[in-house]
């Protein structure tokens, strides 16, 4: 069992949707990632949260560090938000950042 | 600011060949992470360094993998010899430590360097 899950692995959604994606955790952090990854392209770094909740335009990220969770919410979703989202958590035990497998995103117009 | 650099872009080799991959980090960014991606899944850390000192190495395949960095800035991740299954992305990525100051431990990577082996 991954220290990092993610779900769902694949999602499609229609343009305008509203989108979560989930992570769960399974050892102590101090703080948690969220990334997104285009074809062919670098990663990005969306947020970095280590409790409550951050926003970026239409992007949410949520965390619950007592049930070691964390949910990213993308609103009114578009095309261009097509991509690979991934969580990572830095390891409270020798900041280790631990990634999950990713979500693979589709929206179509 | 300038991001991560990384180069080359693509590599291909045959097996039992060796590569290597340079990583220059964000000036001033101490911490600076190797890290392998296969397709289709998530990043796997090779290493980490905090400057020029190794942080966490327990996923390099030491018997092929090395990677130094050796006046704590820029780094290189050599494979050799290389094996068919080291086809991958090797991303760099740096950062400030977490826990100095505001912004730390926010990553920043580069393009990554597409290995492919036959």
């Known amino acids: 069992k991954n220290e990092v899950e993610q779900s769902p692995q694949n999602l499609t959604a229609q343009e305008g949707e509203f989108i979560t994606i989930n992570c769960s955790y399974s050892?102590?952090?101090?703080?948690l990632h969220w990334l997104q990854q285009h074809p062919g392209g670098g990663i990005v770094s969306l947020f970095m949260?280590?409790?409550g909740k951050k926003k970026h335009g239409r992007l949410i990220a949520t965390i619950n560090i007592q049930e070691k969770h964390s949910s990213l919410h993308i609103t009114a979703s578009h095309p261009r938000d097509s991509a690979v989202y991934i969580c990572?958590?830095?390891?409270?035990?020798?900041?280790?950042?631990?990634f999950g497998e990713g979500t693979q995103l589709t929206v179509n117009p | 600011e300038a991001g991560v650099a990384q180069s080359p872009r693509y590599k291909i080799i045959e097996k039992r060949q060796s590569v290597a991959f340079w990583c220059n980090p964000i000036?001033?960014?101490?911490?600076l992470y190797w890290y392998q991606q296969i397709l289709g899944q998530g990043p796997k850390l090779l290493i980490q360094?905090?400057?020029?000192?190794?942080?966490?190495d327990s996923q390099l395949p030491k018997d092929r993998f090395s990677a130094e960095r050796l006046k704590g800035v820029d780094s290189t991740l050599k494979i050799q010899p290389a094996k068919l299954e080291d086809s991958a992305v090797y991303l760099c990525?740096?950062?400030?430590?977490?826990?100095?100051?505001?912004?730390?431990?926010?990553?920043?990577f580069g393009e990554g360097s597409r290995l492919t082996v036959l």
């Open positions: 990525a740096s950062s400030l430590p977490l826990g100095q100051g505001a912004n730390t431990g926010e990553l920043f």
């Open positions: 050892v102590g952090i101090s703080a």
């Open positions: 949260l280590s409790s």
């Open positions: 990572a958590a830095y390891k409270t035990s020798g900041s280790r950042l631990t």
């Open positions: 000036s001033g960014h101490a911490t």
């Open positions: 360094f905090q400057n020029n000192g190794v942080v966490d």
